[in-house]
């Protein structure tokens, strides 16, 4: 199997309602990036972070259904999914009729390979300065964020391959397929009142914070990570 890399730029968050606009993806050393004009307008708020207006794709064709979402669809079927946050990357394809079996998601990887949780922040561009990526590429745009992400997954591979104690690529990747398939226990608030405490501490010192918090992911209901953490320091499941 070849790894896939992708990032995707979207009209908006919303999992349920918003759609792409740009598609990045590279396998070996082909790159692919191209504009599709979604089914949603592109919100102000994703225009001022991408820079791709809703002028600029008017007259550019559907993803669903157009020669690179053919193209993108038989290689997901045989290889290995990488992007950041790829809950999100995964949910926009599957918006469009596409399926991704087999994937790595390099944001849970980041946080299971920081076991000390020296990192205070996981976004992409954060990694790429945090890991020393050293890059000229524009960032928030697809084949930047690609390019970027490709050389975080390459140390993220070196901290595993330390981790596991092994040089066998495919027991390597096992374990990431493994890592990227179930939910994050995050163990330090990098946001709010609690910020930079463990979220182990606050069940024990705050545990009304914590079930009001997760009542909200729930109500949210697309933050499997937190939910899952969340529910795990209040005791209501084990660790997976």
């Not at 995964?90 to 994937?103: F, Q, V």
């Amino acid at each position: 199997m070849e790894l896939i890399f992708l990032d995707t730029e979207t009209t908006g968050n919303d999992l349920e309602k918003d759609r792409l606009c740009q598609i990045c993806y590279k396998i070996k050393d082909k790159i692919v990036t191209k504009n599709f004009k979604p089914t949603v307008p592109i919100s102000i708020k994703a225009m001022s972070v991408t820079n791709i207006t809703n002028k600029m794709v008017e007259n550019e064709e559907f993803f669903a259904g157009s020669q690179t979402c053919k193209d993108l669809g038989k290689l997901l079927k045989n290889n290995i999914l990488v992007a950041h946050n790829a809950k999100f990357d995964i949910a926009m394809l599957e918006s469009e009729g596409l399926k991704t079996p087999n994937y790595i998601c390099t944001l849970r990887l980041a946080r299971y390979l920081d076991e000390q949780q020296e990192i205070p922040e996981y976004n992409l561009q954060f990694l790429r300065y945090y890991y020393g990526v050293d890059l000229e590429v524009i960032a928030h745009s697809a084949e930047g964020d690609v390019l970027v992400l490709e050389e975080v997954f390459q140390h993220l591979y070196k901290l595993a391959q330390e981790k596991s104690k092994t040089d066998n690529h495919d027991e390597i990747i096992k374990g990431m397929l493994k890592v990227s398939s179930r939910p994050s226990l995050i163990k330090k608030f990098t946001f709010g009142k609690h910020i930079g405490c463990f979220v182990e501490e606050i069940a024990k010192e705050d545990k009304r914070y914590l079930e009001w918090f997760l009542k909200t992911k729930l109500e949210e209901g697309t933050d499997e990570d937190w939910i899952y953490t969340l529910k795990y320091y209040l005791g209501q499941l084990q660790l997976c």
